[in-house]
């Protein structure tokens, strides 16, 4: 039996967001209960190389993007649109994690199909607040840059943890104070709510992938953060930009080290 790792499975390949937020409440809540385990002996993963995902919203290029100001309900609606976009891929980045990776000890487990909890109950927060602004997931465009780099990383756990987490997933640490504060000067208090959960809670995931990045590393008897810097040049050199939340990332488990490092890369 792979009863984890087949309901990773039919998380990751629901189509229909509210279906997907919903099977993802249950099969945490049953791994959570104990009625959901990884075996000791799992067969090999069968790579899933796309989601499910729903027709819409359209994606296309990050650089074909509008850009929208928050002056106008349509603008926020785009705003909070983009960032369930996000949060709807994170489901699917953790449960990729839990079913991809077969040889990681309980705890990262439980760590992953926690954060698969949380971003399904962001996604349906966010998703919540467009049908108060008028709109729906889907009515914009948007990209598929998380789940690429899912597909870059998808031979090694230390490769993910390093550049899902701790740099694409930790850059909403960043942006999303501006956000907010941005959010607050036009009114809309409803979304900063929202977003300052989001905010507190998703340090915590990023939290995760810098543990699991150096549990990875122990066991290749590899150092941290060397192997971190090695990672950003080989992999982000020109695509970094700060500025960065320090506090947040120190939180995170990022060093100040690497903080420093991530400064001079973005420079």
Same mark, same amino acid.
């Given at each position: 039996? /792979? ?11 629901? $189509? ?72 709807? /891929? ?22 992953? *199909? ?30 598929? #840059? ?17 550049? *899902? ?6 850059? #909403? ?43 990875? %590393? #122990?066991?290749? #008897? ?12 080989? %992999? ?14 120190? $939180? ?16």
């Amino acid at each position: 039996m /792979n009863a984890l790792f087949d309901a990773a499975r039919r998380c990751l390949l629901e $189509s229909d967001p509210q279906r997907k937020v919903a099977l993802t409440r249950a099969c945490a809540g049953e791994f959570l209960e104990g009625r959901l385990t990884a075996p000791a002996t799992p067969a090999d993963a069968t790579p899933i190389d796309a989601p499910g995902r729903p027709h819409r919203p359209r994606l296309i290029e990050p650089r074909k993007l509008p850009q929208r100001g928050l002056g106008s309900a349509e603008g926020r609606a785009a705003l909070v649109h983009a960032i369930a976009h996000i949060e709807f /891929n994170a489901i699917n980045l953790a449960w990729d994690a839990v079913h991809r990776f077969r040889d990681m000890p309980p705890a990262f487990y439980r760590d992953w *199909v926690g954060v698969a909890a949380d971003e399904a109950r962001h996604f349906a927060l966010l998703d919540g607040r467009l049908a108060e602004l008028g709109h729906a997931y889907g009515d914009f465009d948007a990209h598929n #840059g998380l789940w690429d780099m899912a597909l870059q990383t998808a031979d090694s756990c230390l490769r993910r943890m390093a550049l *899902v987490p701790r740099v694409l997933e930790a850059r #909403g640490l960043d942006v999303t104070p501006g956000m907010i504060a941005r959010l607050r000067a036009v009114g809309d208090l409803a979304t900063v709510e929202i977003l300052e959960l989001i905010l507190r809670e998703e340090v915590a995931h990023v939290a995760a992938g810098s543990r699991w990045f150096a549990y990875c %590393c #122990g066991e290749a #008897g590899l150092e941290p953060e060397a192997t971190f810097a090695e990672l950003l040049e080989q %992999c982000m050199r020109g695509s970094l930009r700060g500025p960065f939340n320090t506090e947040a990332r120190l $939180s995170a488990g990022f060093s100040k080290a690497e903080l420093a490092h991530l400064d001079t890369l973005a420079a």
